[in-house]
């Protein structure tokens, strides 16, 4: 099998992941004569409830603070065990229980418990992200830290060395490796990776640098994949917002070195398109949109292994991209378009497509490509889709610095999903066979087709609309473009130029030569015309 083992490192990392399991739920066929394009045992283990009945539940380890969990439990309705904690005490006198206020499960959550069809979800209904959860959790997959509490006014989670320092006294008292995530690795006979989920801009950051470098440590050449979720920062004070660009800032020097992709994800502060109808303040909403993104882009390595032609893996994928082996930092980007008539099993989406017309794919938004390129032809086919989810506003940062510098591409893995035709091209098909054979150089973009289209389930926000401005409910086709490219290094240079003098003396030598580093190794193999920003101090 080909494992991948997921970690969840936060409340904002929790939104994104549970809609990436929902979809993932979505694809399972109850039929006899039903087959998923989907190999299920990629993310999901098989076990035994307390009953003796089989499950299927995901291999991922979730953290989130005191509260973070809504009303998730532990133990759900697959592990039912005895709760007294009375009964369990050693204690011979008597005991004394204090509980706190339970939580009221959402509506939603109600009706997937009787067996009823759920209401339409909204952006009031969803306080936590377990709101419209739809899958189980082994009790083994849930890990409260009860050292800080979710939204605390009095000491919030939200600084660097926060983390880092919870991680350091959980790590010294339990091995978190040991306790948490080897009993995972264990069950999989042949892992293909890591990939985790990680706040990005707050405390998380610190956590999640120190827990990759420990996982590092002890699977040095395991594929570990990062995408590191971001919040809006327009609109906050000052000193706020400067404090998240640091803990990113920080984050991305020591994930650099240590993750084989770091994919930052972020809702772009430039308007989006018209058809895309989203709630910017609902982490539900964002998260949606952030979800299929990274589960389009992912989708490859978890195709059926019969798929010989698209069917890839987290390391496969790494190494098309890292082109130099210094470029761990890749831009996500994404277009949506109706999905066509859909072929595949496993979706709980209409047989007749999109609005149940069966029409041919057409756009909702542009898709450009980079026609003009350099480098004899390099650029050709790399294309610029028009969601850009990675910073895009991080070259604002610095007002002194040049605009209209052209990007240039490395690498690009560019995956449509949805479609028809997935037949590789005469000149696709020449370009793999010579270079398998190392007869021509590398091509700089790598292209993925699947019918299976992205379904929109009950618990996904009805953010896309039609040409019609109706929302779309059963499917969508989506494009995502995963690259490395120059433009890297123009955020690298203006995260650094902003932050530089905000990080504390110990550190601030250090950390600046790492981001100055990696914005050089975006040079590599390539010079502009244009570049001649210096690095400031």
């Known amino acids: 099998m080909r494992e991948i083992i997921t970690l969840q490192l936060g409340q904002q990392s929790n939104y994104l992941a549970n809609h990436f399991w929902n979809t993932q739920e979505s694809y399972f066929t109850y039929g006899a004569d039903e087959e998923s394009p989907i190999d299920h045992d990629v993310h999901f283990r098989p076990g035994l409830g307390s009953d003796g009945s089989e499950t299927f539940m995901p291999r991922t380890v979730i953290y989130d603070l005191k ?74 997959s849930v890990v409260q830290l009860s050292e800080y509490e979710l939204s605390s006014t009095v000491m919030p989670f939200e600084k660097w060395h926060m983390g880092e320092e919870l991680f350091a006294s959980l790590d010294k008292e339990h091995d ?75 984050a991305l020097a020591e994930l650099n070195s240590q993750a084989s992709l770091v994919v930052p994800l972020a809702l772009p502060e430039s308007p989006l398109p018209q058809t895309l109808r989203l709630d910017a303040s609902s982490r539900w909403h964002v998260s949606a949109l952030l979800g299929a993104a990274l589960e389009s882009a ?41 999905a066509p008539q ?17 029409e041919d794919v057409r756009d909702l938004y542009e898709i450009g490509l980079d026609g003009e390129g350099s480098d004899a032809g390099s650029q050709e086919g790399a294309a610029t889709l028009d969601i850009d989810l990675s910073s895009p506003q991080d070259l604002n940062l610095d007002p002194n610095r040049r605009r209209g510098r052209r990007r240039h591409v490395f690498s690009q893995v560019l995956a449509d999903r949805g479609v028809q035709d997935v ?9 793999r066979e010579q270079s398998a054979y190392g007869l021509r ?4 973009v790598h292209n993925y087709r699947s019918r299976v289209a992205f379904p929109i389930i009950d618990s996904y926000p009805k953010i896309f609309h039609d040409a019609y401005d109706r929302p779309v409910k059963d499917q969508v086709s989506i494009r995502t473009a995963l690259s490395t490219d120059s433009t890297v ?25 790492e981001l100055a580093e990696i914005a050089e190794s975006y040079k590599e193999g390539w010079s502009s015309d244009s570049d001649e920003d210096d690095d400031e101090e």
């Open 423 to 431: 037949e590789l091209t005469d000149d696709e098909r020449e370009t």
């Open 489 to 513: 290094t123009d955020k690298v240079k203006a995260l650094r130029s902003t932050v530089v003098r905000s990080i504390g003396l110990e550190d601030r030598e250090t950390i600046g030569n």
């Open 176 to 250: 978190l490796l040991d306790r948490d995530l080897r009993p995972f690795i264990e069950e999989a006979d042949q892992m293909q990776g890591l990939q985790v989920m990680a706040g990005l801009d707050d405390a998380w950051a610190g956590f999640a640098a120190k827990y990759v470098e420990r996982l590092r440590d002890e699977y040095g050449k395991t594929p570990i994949w990062v995408f590191g979720v971001q919040e809006l920062v327009r609109g906050l004070p000052r000193e706020k917002r400067l404090m998240k660009l640091v803990n990113k800032a920080r």
């Open 342 to 358: 859909p072929r595949q099993n496993g979706t709980n989406g209409n047989a007749n497509g999109a609005g149940g017309r069966g």
């Open 67 to 140: 509260g973070g969990f809504g009303t998730l439990r532990k133990v759900n309705a697959l592990y039912e065990i005895d709760d007294d904690a009375a009964s369990s005490s050693l204690w011979p006198g008597q005991t004394v229980v204090h509980r706190q206020p339970t939580i009221e499960a959402s509506a939603y959550q109600e009706s997937l418990d009787t067996g009823q069809a759920p209401p339409e979800l909204s952006t009031g209904a969803v306080r936590y992200w377990s709101d419209f959860n739809r899958v189980f959790f082994h009790p083994r």
């Open 441 to 444: 150089r590398r091509p700089k």
């Open 298 to 338: 992912t989708l490859y390595t978890r195709l059926r292994t019969t798929d010989r032609v698209y069917a890839s893996s987290l390391g496969n994928l790494k190494d098309l991209l890292n082109v130099f082996g210094k470029q761990a930092i890749a831009n996500l980007e994404m277009s949506v378009s109706e």
